[in-house]
């Protein structure tokens, strides 16, 4: 009797797909993974803009005077003068245009060492808005314009000396770039205060001004950027990276597609901080580049993308617990048996824990000295599918797998041209490839050994059998599986998903649960016709 | 038991954090070579490529930030700096599933230091329906194949093939292995007119955008390798076909017999600069293939005529510098290409940007455009960039000051 055959082709498939899955989780989360001390990335830049980052360079009086000859709007201007350590409160004063009729009243401080810093997301607001602004030790002097308007306290932390100027919202944190973030994302509708840009509101031209703490007056000095391009202010990290209140924000900010990536909106950054990494500004960069609905590209992630961990998550939970549980309490099925219901498990998700379930929770008989189960007609179906099934799926996954890691050959010579083009075509050579490679690993390392330990025929004809199961077996899986991993890949998914996407697990997932779907009616007439049996 | 488990919890969070890495590091490197050429103004950034070869590392570079495999390239694309032959590779190859933006060979046939470094910078994924292939050389010579085998490790695919025509016509055959299907619209252009290209340029940006077919017609015939990517066509309609330019570029004669093979339509204008407006404004929609229970709908062009997105702006003398700029309608904020002179607008292209001005439209944001500069100031002058700001902004349009082109009529000829 072989027995080594099943354990290996089961070690096979959970190698490969959990190289796989580790794989797109570790590109998932990378941040600069081809970035190595034999590969630097920014070696031989000409310029340091990107696609969706503008970057200008220098200090507070380079970025200011750039900007003033580039942007000569007079909807846009700020103070006529670079802004600096000792007259930025003066500066901003200048820079912003109070509305009259506003509901709010921004106060911020202005009277400790690191006070810009602090300042400096709320005074983009109000630059922005044109929202009066009030200094904290200018209250008094600003009693009138406080009196009867919302008063929104961007600071710090201390707000002791607003007592009594009425009706007072504190927004504090516990760096300025946590306060940045809240400040990006806080509205108020009733007096429009804040920029509310949530992750939920998909349709806005949303900029940003990114700088560091330390570079707080160089953000002051691209104050007109708030003006004409509506741009909120974020910080970087002094030491070049994101920090991960930011990082996370970003992320939330990449907007979806839905026609074509040419559709609005576009977000965009403008870095005027020297000390931004190269790795920090591509990763900003990155952040924002427009990604199909579904799956909303690397890091970020989108709602099909969402469904299709849901699902993976569930079957791996499903296999374990089959695992454990046939280990323990099913001494008398077969270990061939039991890998099949794992892996099976694995790949459909919920109900496969719920038939294996069905399927042993029954009372049992015996032939010989094996174990039988009484179950009725839909379970012996169940059961027999799962058989194949749950060495078939799994290794067309694998197979599929190691042929998209490589890459699908294509041929297209003048010869194969036309009407048979597609028969040169990568998806059809891979869909042709996965089928025969698991079809060959199943009728060698499981269909053969299986009949081979129940019948005492001749090799030639137990080879014969196994082929003529695991063929049956297998195009009633695949009758689904490739159908609906067609329709997803090349249709229904706006891009064709990559083998280190989770989407490309997903899909082949999502389609394996359609195969043994598929396959389970048609197993019922292979029972009927006794070339399976599903009571074991 | 305690203790391996303790072990394969260490080891996963271990794995995670080695995973992550992260994202600081020294302040980007100062003294960059074209910072300070790379000029900005609200909603434009210029990539000041003063020659074809700088200016398709500067695109590359700007696109593909290669710090990780997602911001990096699939393929890089090789051709020499042969107008025809770029024109066709670039319309067939860059988009997905290749996501490869454009290189040229020097002058002299050769990969110059700054071109190869960049190959080296940009480190190709490889595309996974063609074999990992990492780069696409066109015409380039054997030696220099070897070359980027043997030094950057990377594998490539070749094409020989002198001829544009029937270059179209490989490209048509290796696109369709690598997608199983050959798209049903196909852009027109005429080899055998002096500004067939420029008439096409935007047409070619669809396609590095969206991935659909390319051919070759002459201005009064159709080649038999056109006809024969055309009867590969199977729409309801055969093929749907977009000629672009009017009938002096492409004769009427051309399109009846091109209406043999389906459906034609024209994306023209009266000069080279009115053809790409109307090409970022086209949308030829409706049917395509049906097939009882299924059906694909067409959707050929940008079709923009609101406010709200990305234009490259590009001289239309510049031929090979625009050819490599479709990049950026490809990735980032996507977007048509419109052709400009060296320091005025066309009519035609004011009277688009009037169309797309944005304007206030929410308390807390605007509705923006962006536009990228292609070429140095000697290409786009300073002050017409500023002149495409001021129409993009969302603010009044004040008097601008560089010199508008002295072209009253917009239907007269270039």
Same mark, same amino acid.
């Given at each position: ?536 | ?201 935007? &047409? ?12 070759? #017609?002459?201005? +009064? %015939?159709? =080649?038999? /390798? ?99 700029? &479709? ?12 052709? #400009?002179?060296? +320091? %005025?607008? =066309?009519? /035609? ?66």
């Amino acid at each position: 009797m072989i027995r080594w055959t099943y354990p290996v082709l089961a070690v096979f498939i959970l190698l490969v797909l959990s190289f796989g899955l580790l794989l797109t989780i570790k590109e998932g989360v990378e941040v600069a993974g081809l970035v190595t001390p034999d590969h630097d990335p920014e070696a031989g830049r000409l310029t340091l803009h990107m696609k969706n980052t503008t970057r200008l360079t220098g200090g507070a009086p380079q970025i200011f005077s750039q900007l003033k000859e580039s942007i000569p709007y007079e909807e846009a201007k700020t103070a006529n003068f670079v802004p600096t350590a000792e007259n930025w409160k003066g500066f901003v004063k200048q820079s912003i245009t109070a509305d009259s009729q506003a509901k709010h009243v921004i106060v911020v401080s202005a009277d400790h060492e690191n006070a810009l810093q602090w300042a400096l997301p709320a005074i983009f607001y109000a630059a922005y808005n044109n929202s009066p602004l009030v200094f904290s030790d200018e209250l008094e002097a600003n009693r009138e314009l406080l009196k009867g308007r919302k008063i929104f306290a961007v600071e710090s932390g201390n707000f002791n000396n607003l007592e009594g100027f009425g009706e007072v919202v504190e927004i504090s944190a516990s760096s300025p770039a946590e306060l940045a973030v809240q400040l990006a994302k806080y509205r108020d509708e009733e007096t429009e205060f804040g920029w509310g840009r949530k992750h939920e509101r998909r349709n806005g031209y949303f900029q940003y001004v990114l700088t560091t703490p330390a570079d707080a007056l160089n953000g002051l000095a691209a104050l007109t950027l708030a003006k004409s391009n509506s741009a909120a202010l974020l910080y970087a990290g002094d030491d070049g990276g994101l920090p991960a209140i930011t990082d996370s924000y970003i992320w939330s900010q990449r907007s979806d597609w839905f026609v074509t990536p040419s559709e609005g909106p576009f977000r965009h950054f403008w870095v005027v901080s020297d000390r931004l990494s190269y790795k920090g500004q591509s990763r900003l960069d990155f952040s924002v580049e427009k990604s199909p609905y579904p799956d909303m590209g690397a890091v970020a992630l989108g709602p099909m993308e969402a469904i299709a961990i849901i699902f993976i998550a569930l079957g791996i939970a499903g296999a374990i617990f089959v695992l454990i549980h046939s280990s323990y309490t099913l001494p008398e099925v077969m270990v061939p048996i039991k890998i099949a219901w794992t892996l099976g498990a694995a790949l459909v998700p919920v109900l496969g824990v719920i038939l294996y379930l069905n399927a042993y929770r029954r009372p049992v008989y015996f032939e010989g000295m094996m174990t039988r189960w009484l179950r009725p007609p839909g379970i012996q179906a169940a059961s027999a599918t799962m058989m194949g099934f749950g060495y078939g799926a799994p290794a067309m996954i694998a197979v599929a797998y190691i042929f998209a890691y490589f890459g699908f050959p294509i041929f297209f010579s003048e010869g194969v041209n036309d009407t048979i083009f597609w028969a040169g075509a990568g998806m059809p050579i891979m869909m042709f490839g996965m089928y025969l490679g698991a079809l060959i690993l199943v009728i060698f390392l499981v269909q053969y050994p299986m009949k081979n330990s129940m019948m005492e025929m001749k090799d030639g004809m137990i080879l014969l059998k196994g082929l003529k199961v695991a063929f049956l077996s297998m195009t009633a899986v695949s009758l689904g599986m490739m159908t609906v991993s067609w329709w997803m890949m090349m249709s229904h998914i706006p891009m064709m998903p990559k083998e280190d996407d989770i989407l490309w697990f997903g899909t082949l997932w999502i389609a394996s649960f359609v195969g043994f779907l598929v396959a389970w009616p048609l197993n019922s007439i292979m029972i009927r016709k006794n070339i399976k049996h599903g009571n074991r | 038991m305690g203790t391996a488990r303790r072990t394969i919890l260490t080891a996963l969070v271990a794995f995670v954090f080695y995973s992550c890495g992260k994202s600081e590091g020294p302040p980007a490197k100062s003294g960059l070579p074209l910072q300070e050429e790379a000029s900005v103004t609200a909603f434009t950034v210029r990539l000041p490529g003063s020659d074809p070869e700088t200016q398709a590392v500067i695109l590359t570079q700007t696109v593909y930030p290669a710090t990780r495999e997602d911001n990096a390239v699939g393929a890089i694309i090789l051709v020499p700096q042969d107008e025809e032959i770029a024109f066709t590779t670039m319309h067939r190859v860059t988009h997905m599933p290749v996501n490869a933006p454009m290189l040229y060979l020097s002058e002299e046939g050769e990969i110059s230091g700054a071109t190869f470094a960049e190959m080296k910078r940009l480190k190709p994924d490889g595309v996974m329906p063609d074999g990992r292939t990492q780069v696409y050389a066109v015409n380039v010579p054997p030696a220099e194949v070897a070359r980027i085998e043997e030094e950057l490790n990377y594998k490539v695919r070749t094409f020989y093939e002198e001829n544009p025509i029937i270059l179209a016509e490989i490209l048509d055959r290796w696109q369709a292995a690598m997608k199983s299907d050959h798209p049903d619209e196909v852009v027109i252009s005429a080899i055998d007119h002096p500004d067939g290209i420029k008439h096409g340029m935007g &047409a070619m940006g669809w396609n590095a955008h969206m991935g659909r077919g390319f051919a070759w #017609v002459y201005k +009064d %015939s159709v =080649p038999a /390798a056109t006809k024969e990517i055309l009867r590969r066509r199977y729409g309801d309609h055969g093929s749907y076909m977009y000629v672009t330019g009017n009938s002096d570029v492409v004769s009427d004669k051309v399109v009846k017999e091109l209406g043999r093979f389906g459906l034609v339509r024209r994306v023209a204008g009266p000069n080279v600069y009115a053809s790409n407006t109307v090409n970022a404004g086209y949308k030829g929609y409706g049917r395509n293939f049906g097939w009882g229970w299924g059906w694909t709908p067409r959707g050929f062009g940008w079709g923009i005529a609101q406010a709200g997105h990305n234009y490259i702006f590009s001289n239309a003398e510049n031929v090979l510098g625009t050819i490599p700029a &479709a990049v950026l309608g490809h990735m980032g904020k996507h977007g048509p290409i419109l052709l #400009v002179e060296q +320091d %005025s607008l =066309p009519d /035609a292209v004011v009277n688009y940007l009037e169309m797309v001005k944005p304007f206030p439209a929410n308390p807390q944001e605007t509705i923006l455009n962006f536009g990228w500069i292609i070429g140095n100031e000697e290409i786009i002058s300073r002050e017409l960039q500023l002149e495409i700001d001021s129409y993009l902004s969302p603010f009044d349009q004040k008097e601008t000051t560089s010199k508008m082109t002295d072209t009253t009529d917009i239907n007269s000829e270039s």
